[in-house]
């Protein structure tokens, strides 16, 4: 499939599964620094019913200058800024990192949202921010993970009555009551996962999963933010791509 039809089934969808983009092995030693770097996140931040880490390249949980080059050199790898480029039709800039786990708490279930509605703007706002900001998950799963559930689509539009009153678990609705239109893209090790951060999705539990999340934008970060998670390389590493990471 060339990049003309990856791009128009992702404006299309919101989403595209490049599966076996990864060669066995490949992530053997990113693997490890993810891994390394969530056990310590954990052990300070970690609660039950939490789905997963957050600011994994921050300096309190990713501390050797080994690791974090080679993490900051994956990240910024043209192999996967380009397919970024490509989907936002943009320039391309780092937001975060993430590690998606089953929550210890059984009787969690998957909850619809979009991430927008986690940035305290009132709606009418959040649907500025679905027009004009992009952001994609790359989803890297390192076991096998049980998929991601979504509305194909809903990344461009907003939410319907019935999307909305489960989404904010209104008249009646839950937030992981089934929705109409969904579908499920399991993953496994090897694939890639790239999702708009706009569309209506949630995780599923119950596989022991461990899935590895980059979010790249269409819009530099905040520099406040990057001085107080540390999850930025130094400005005086040289030894990769520096262009998404760039701030406001």
Same mark, same amino acid.
């Given at each position: 499939?060339?990049?003309?039809?990856?791009?128009?089934?992702f404006k299309r969808d919101g989403y595209f599964?490049?599966?076996?983009?990864?060669?066995?092995?490949?992530?053997?030693?990113?693997s490890a620094i993810i891994l390394r770097a969530n056990y310590v996140w954990r052990k300070k931040h970690d609660f039950i019913g939490n789905v997963n880490s957050?600011?994994?390249?921050?300096?309190?949980?990713?501390?050797?200058?080994?690791?974090?080059?080679?993490?900051f050199r994956f990240l910024s790898s043209e192999r996967l800024v380009s397919i970024a480029r490509i989907f936002l039709n943009s320039n391309v800039y780092f937001l975060n990192?993430?590690?998606?786990?089953?929550?210890?708490?059984?009787?969690?279930r998957p909850y619809w949202h979009r991430d927008v509605q986690y940035l305290g703007a009132e709606e009418e706002?959040?649907?500025? &921010?679905? =027009?004009?900001?992009?952001?994609?998950?790359?989803?890297?799963?390192?076991? !096998?993970?049980?998929?991601?559930?979504l509305i194909p689509g809903s990344h461009t539009r907003w939410d319907t009555p019935l999307e909305f009153d489960t989404r904010m678990e209104r008249n009646g609705r839950r937030h992981s009551d089934e929705l109409p239109g969904s579908i499920r893209i399991p993953h496994s090790p090897g694939d890639l996962l790239v999702f708009s951060a706009h569309t209506i999705h949630r995780g599923v539990y119950g596989s022991?999963?461990?899935?590895?999340?980059?979010?790249?934008?269409?819009?530099?970060?905040?520099?406040?933010? &990057?001085? =107080?998670?540390?999850?930025?390389?130094?400005?005086?590493?040289?030894?990769? !791509?520096?262009?998404?990471f760039r701030t406001t």
């Open positions: 499939m060339n990049s003309v039809s990856k791009e128009s089934e599964l490049f599966r076996g983009f990864f060669d066995p092995g490949e992530l053997r030693t990113v957050a600011y994994l390249t921050g300096k309190d949980f990713l501390t050797g200058p080994e690791d974090r080059e080679t993490m990192t993430q590690l998606f786990f089953d929550p210890e708490e059984g009787t969690k706002e959040q649907k500025n &921010i679905i =027009r004009r900001d992009g952001v994609l998950h790359f989803r890297i799963p390192l076991r !096998e993970d049980p998929g991601l559930e022991d999963r461990s899935s590895f999340d980059i979010l790249y934008t269409s819009f530099p970060a905040q520099k406040s933010e &990057i001085d =107080r998670m540390r999850h930025f390389p130094d400005s005086d590493s040289i030894h990769f !791509e520096r262009s998404i």
